[in-house]
T-cell receptor, first 110, second 114 residues
């Protein structure tokens, strides 16, 4: 069983479109995250939710809106996509002190 | 504020040779330290972690790391590298007062020569 899963794995879309990425974890963790990894492999936290409540929002443009329908799911919706949004987006969930990462979603905006 | 520096962007070693990847952190109190590995096209996998106690920690795949408070370092080592170790390695820091937030280094890409 996959602990943290993301869909889709690849996403190619045009500028101005709206897209969503889904994340699910079956580890029973309360806290989940979205990270963005840029072309230089730098990994930066975007959001964190604890039991469906937003606890970290790292000055991400408001075109990005996370949604947590329950503590096992954390989705990321992106409006009006821009070229600079091209990156790999990772979902993660946290046990007490450790994070477990999903396989990533490679978003390409053309 | 916390931060992590990985001074080496790329490292190439021969298969069977020893490996050391450097990590320096910035944090005033006791940090929680992690090493992750990312294979091409994959997510990050935890190799090992340090919270407290013995400063030499053992991880998976034969890796170990040593916490040196005086040098603010947490270097990753392996005595004999295998070709399958070629990947990107990330050091990360958190702490007991705000363990919601992890700060990652910029990564070190390891190439292994046959």
């Amino acid at each position: 069983d996959t602990a943290v899963s993301q869909t889709p794995k690849y996403l190619v879309t045009q500028m101005g479109n709206d897209k969503s990425i889904k994340c699910e974890q079956n580890l029973g963790h309360d806290t989940m995250y979205w990270y963005k990894q840029d072309s230089k492999k730098f990994l930066k936290i975007m959001f964190s939710y604890n039991n469906k409540e937003l606890i970290i929002n790292e000055t991400v443009p408001n075109r990005f809106s996370p949604k947590s329908p329950d503590k096992a799911h954390l989705n990321l919706h992106i409006n009006s996509l821009e070229l600079g949004d091209s990156a790999v987006y990772f979902c993660a969930s946290r046990s007490q002190y450790e994070q477990y990462f999903g396989p990533g979603t490679r978003l390409t905006v053309t | 504020a916390q931060s992590v520096t990985q001074p080496d962007i790329h490292i190439t070693v021969s298969e069977g040779a020893s490996l050391e990847l450097r990590c320096n952190y910035s944090y005033g109190a006791t940090p929680y330290l992690f090493w992750y590995v990312q294979s091409p096209g994959q997510g990050l996998q935890l190799l090992l972690k340090y919270f407290s106690g013995d400063t030499l920690v053992q991880g998976i795949k034969g890796f170990e790391a040593e916490f040196k408070r005086s040098q603010s370092s947490f270097n990753l080592r392996k005595p004999s590298v295998h070709w399958s170790d070629a990947a990107e390695y990330f050091c990360a820091v958190s702490n007991q007062y705000n363990f919601n937030k992890f700060y990652f280094g910029s990564g070190t890409k390891l190439n292994v020569k046959p």
